[in-house]
Structures are given as C-alpha cells and as structure tokens.
C-alpha cells in the first residue's frame, strides 16, 4: 500500500530519475539518471569529451603554489551545471513575462542553461588558457569556438534525445537543439545573434559580464581548493536580487552590497592567487617553451582533427615531455630538461615589480551586463 501511495507523489516520480554527485561546495548537486529509452544528463557527463576534464587542471600554474589545488576542469564544469539550475529556477518567471508562450517551458530552459553550464569549458586544452594565448591564437581560434564544434559534431546525438530536466519532463514535442547550447557558451557576435530567437540572446547573459554561472563556481571552488580566504561571499541573495526586465538582465539595488562582496572575493583571488608573484613566475618559465612543445605535439588545427584533439590533456602533455628527457631528438631533449625543472619547481624568474590591475583592466572592458538588441 505505501508503495502505491509513494508512486503517486510527483516529487517520489522526479527523484527516480535523479542522482545525486556529492561536492564540497555545494554538498550535492543532482543530475538526471539514466532512464530506459533516454538519454540524460549521466551520459552526457560518463561521456568521453567530458571526462576528458578530468585529466585538465583547472588552474594552469597555481596549483604548483597551492599544494591542494589539484581540482580540474571536470568539478567546476559540474559546478557551473548546478549554479545554472539554480538561476534557472529565479529568472524563469521575469523572463516568461517577457516573452509568454515564445519561450520554450521551464523544463527545457532550465536543461538548456543546465547543459551549457557543463559544456562550457568542454573545448579547453592542456593548460587552459595559455593554451589558447600561447598556441590557438596562431590558428585564430579559441577554446569556446573548439567546445562549439565539439557539442554540434560529437555531443549532439546524446543532446538531442535527453527529454528531461531534473525537475520534469519537457513539454510537447519539444527537442533540445545542440546549437542554442554552442551558441550560449561563446562570446556573442552580432551576426550569429540574428539566426537565434530573442529571449537565446537573453539568456546568454547569464554566461558574460561581471557575476556568471562560470564564475560563481570557479570563485568559490578555487578558494576552497587553494585554501585562500575570501570572507562570505552571498551569492544566494544575488541570485535573489537578479531578473528579467524588457531591457535584459537586471539587478536590484538590494543585491548590490552582495555583488560587492562577490567582486571584493574576485580580486582578491586574482591578486592573491591567479596574479600571485610565483605563479606568475612559472607562466614566464612556461611561455619560454609551451609555444615550442605544442608545436610538436599538436601540429595540426584541432577543428582539423578533433579525434586527436581529444587525447591533448594536461596529463597528455606532461607524460610526453618527461619521455622527452631520454629522446634521441636534440630539440625534444632540450625541452624536456627544461620541463622537468618547471615540473619539479626549479624556478628561474623572481619578482622585483608589481603593478595593480583594476578589475575592468582585468576584464579587458567587460560591461557587467550585456544589452541585448
């Protein structure tokens, strides 16, 4: 008898489709289960492009200054899903004022924001952003314009059949569209706003400006990993104080004491820990040979050969070049021996000046919000 009564209580059928992923920030983050006949969230995440993250480090040279911050690209990436679901649930009302029946149902918005959360970091290379500085600009490409082609080319089929988000299935007929979900992840550019509907735009907000799904998690997550204390940071009540109106995304005024708690946490971060002086220090002694290394180990463009793409991790590369040391090749050997002293913190920089960035300089400009046409 109570059987039959539990399968009558929604919230019991929801569940049963849901697991839990156990995280020290958030304690749990939910995730839709395999269901017979679907795809969900768990093949997304089991699948081989996202578990590539977890052999790239999320901070390329601190984590050589901070000891326990050995956490990658694969933990913030399900942290930023989560961070996603929970503002999904706040905004989805202001939003639906807005736009009424042109927007798809809060099950499908709510996943849509959910899947772009977890993919966004999906196109990163070895060492993540050196990466792109240091070798995709020679290509005229970036990490976001590699996860586009890889969530259109190689997560698409997965995509396309999941028909649920954590709170319900999607409505009608409704199909997740593989593209809306590139589309969200990369800096917006006028020409690719016109193929998608309005309220896409809207949404991708959410993913630039000064407070993002991305960086509520990375800001957390990386003082938690590093261990660096930033003081409380109430991104909950920013969460509350942020909606829709007919001009985009907009904050109350009584949120503005938590964005300035929020930014304050931000650079301290960025002055204590990504600007820190060793840190620093080991980018230089990387820039000496990272250009070099990649040259031979990714000779060609990853939009090119993605396949290959997929095996170029921070694992990938750090196995190679200490093979190097024993090479017949005098260029490999020579940056092997060179490797080996970053790997083993053999440091050749010292700092003797510091100049302070302000976080817009940090930004290069960025607006806080971006106005929608």
């Not at 660096?228 to 995304?249: A, K």
């Not at 708690?261 to 060793?278: E, G, P, Q």
């Not at 002293?341 to 960035?357: A, D, T």
Request: aromatic fraction near 12%; proline fraction near 5%.
């Amino acid at each position: 008898m109570m059987k039959t009564d539990l399968r009558g209580i929604k919230g019991v059928e929801v569940s049963q489709g849901t697991a839990l992923i156990a995280d020290p920030i958030y304690h749990y983050i939910v995730m839709t289960d395999r269901i017979a006949g679907e795809e969900t969230e768990r093949d997304v995440i089991d699948n081989p492009w996202l578990q590539r993250l977890r052999r790239i480090f999320q901070l390329q040279s601190a984590r050589w200054v901070f000891p326990s911050a050995e956490h990658t690209r694969f933990q913030h990436s399900l942290g930023t899903m989560h961070v996603a679901g929970v503002f999904s649930e706040q905004l989805y009302p202001s939003l639906y004022k807005i736009f009424k029946t042109e927007l798809p149902s809060f099950d499908y918005t709510e996943e849509l924001l959910r899947l772009a959360g977890l993919l966004h970091d999906i196109g990163h290379g070895p060492f993540c952003h050196f990466f792109d500085e240091q070798y995709l600009s020679r290509f005229k490409t970036n990490h976001e314009e590699i996860g586009q082609h890889i969530i259109q080319e190689k997560v698409a089929p997965i995509l396309k059949s999941i028909r649920r988000s954590p709170h319900g299935p999607f409505k009608g007929s409704e199909v997740l569209d593989p593209e809306q979900i590139a589309f969200l992840i990369k800096k917006p550019i006028k020409r690719e706003e016109r193929k998608h509907p309005r309220w896409l735009i809207f949404l991708q907000q959410l993913f630039r400006g000064i407070f993002t799904f991305d960086n509520i998690d990375y800001v957390l997550r990386d003082a938690y990993m590093t261990g660096v204390s930033i003081g409380p940071i109430d991104w909950r009540r920013l969460l509350y104080y942020t909606v829709y109106q007919r001009e985009g995304l907009v904050l109350d005024k009584r949120g503005l004491d938590a964005l300035a708690m929020f930014l304050n946490a931000r650079l301290y971060l960025y002055s204590n820990v990504y600007y820190h002086r060793t840190t620093r220090s080991i980018d230089l002694q990387l820039q000496e040979i990272f250009k070099e290394t990649m040259e031979i180990l990714c000779p060609f463009h990853p939009l090119d050969e993605i396949d290959r793409y997929l095996l170029l991790t921070d694992w990938f590369l750090m196995e190679k070049v200490l093979e190097w040391k024993r090479s017949s090749s005098a260029q490999e050997k020579r940056l092997g021996k060179r490797w080996a002293e970053v790997l083993s913190r053999k440091l050749k920089w010292s700092s003797v000046f510091e100049e302070k960035l302000t976080l817009r300089e940090v930004e290069f400009g960025r607006p806080i919000f971006l106005t929608p046409e």
